[in-house]
């Protein structure tokens, strides 16, 4: 067994680790289970979806050890390569259809909002797609479940329109055309009527998670 390496990333839940040269170590800040995370990536990759590979659930449940994905995250290389940021947004386009057209498992619980038997990864943004050697990579199934695709892409709309942006004047103002950018060639294509029921069911609920900031609120209900 490997021994637990450098801390590598920190999630809203969870930091990866170090494990060997190939593996990482997924854990839970607040000792949640990952137990269920293990069931849903392995189901996802039976289901052909570009998802790490679980090699063990450690820790009495608390950790997982997955293969090490080399490469950085979608947002990583759109603040590198600017000029590839439509194309992110026609790839993240295309994971969700992919994800979306897999029945979700019996395990899986249903969507906090709509109804639908499509599997839903419901974080599926650019911070949680790794642009790796073999091609784009979705991490973090923490919140997949079951329910209407339509709902899972509201969800990412909303959060894309809404999320908080660092930086100078000048660097938020690149980052918020950046972001038009990616959002509009997200939705190229889809039909922003039959969105807009699940859009404004998904602004609601998620006005109430406590993790969002009131700015962030806001901009989510400037969308209805």
Known sequence: MSEVGRLLARGRDADIFEFGNELVLRRSRRGVSQVGEAQVLRYAKEQGLPVPVVMDVVEDGRALVMERIDGPTMVEAASKRPWKIGAFGTTLSQLHDAVHKVEAPEFLSAAPVGTGTSLLHLDLHPLNVMLSSRGPIIIDWTNACAGDPNVDVALTWALLAAGQLSGGLIERGLATFGRSIL?????A??????????????VHWKVRDPNLSEAECSKMLDLL
Not at 183 to 187: K, T
């Open 189 to 202: 294509g889809r039909n922003l009527d039959d969105l807009r029921p699940s859009l404004n069911e998904v």
């Open 183 to 187: 959002l509009r060639r997200f939705l």
